[in-house]
């Protein structure tokens, strides 16, 4: 009975989080996905790598790719994934945050995250990131 606690216990501490990355190259986000993974962190969801070209460059990068995952962790497993994140060459930001619980939940009851459809045009030119 002490172990349905423990588990119980660990499920409420872990929460879900969202990674986004900017890279140099489309193979970045594997990368990530599988260090989450070496961690014993399990991946919910994994966008696909976008090219994107950028308002200003980033190291010397003028284009590259955008892309994210969601996966559950304990906030103390992060810092250990971050540090495998630091050493992987091609990337070049990342942003992992913890969206407030109403969203999470929201996402949970329908299933997957509403998007809004493009219009026709939006799918013809490429994204540019800016800071606005």
Known sequence: MAKHTADTELKAELKTNEVSCVTSADTTLPDMVSAL??????VTEEGKMVSI????????????????????????????????????PSLLRYLIVTPPPEVAAREERRGAPRTTAAPPDAALQTPTLTNE
């Open 37 to 42: 993974k070496r961690h014993g962190i399990a």
């Open 53 to 88: 070209r950028f308002a200003y460059p980033i190291k010397k990068q003028t284009a590259g790719f955008f892309g994210f995952a969601r996966f559950s962790a304990l906030p103390s497993d992060i810092a250990k994934v971050e540090a495998d994140f630091k050493i992987l």
